[in-house]
Nanobody, 115 residues
């Protein structure tokens, strides 16, 4: 059974930093991409950043220059470094793994940016 376990969310002041991590347990054949989405109250879930198996990165314009995604293929982990956080970054962040057959989601971790 595949599980995505996230960690690292929390409360931080504007301008602060957090690091989110996601570990995949179980077997997924041919992971093609790993990434992070977020969903704020009243909004649709949106892509934050995604990294392919060969290191190609896509990220939202709103986080470019502030967030960095990284991936360890051997350990099946994906991390997201969040710097220069803003109140509008407040959301539940979800880990996402994409394979040719289906995609998988973590349970979500809350990030709150507030003074």
């Amino acid at each position: 059974q595949v599980q995505l376990v996230e960690s690292g969310g929390g409360l931080v002041q504007p301008g602060g930093s957090l690091r989110l991590s996601c570990t995949v347990s179980g077997i997924i054949n041919r992971i093609s991409a790993m990434g992070w989405y977020r969903q704020a109250p009243g909004n649709q879930r949106e892509l934050v950043a995604r990294i392919s198996s060969i290191g190609i990165i896509n990220c939202a314009d709103s986080v470019k220059g502030r967030f960095t995604i990284s991936r360890d293929n051997d350990k099946n982990t994906v991390s997201l470094q969040l710097n220069s956080l803003k109140p509008e970054d407040t959301a539940v962040y979800y880990c996402n793994v994409l394979s040719p057959i289906r995609q998988y989601w973590g349970q979500g971790t809350q990030v709150t940016v507030s003074s």
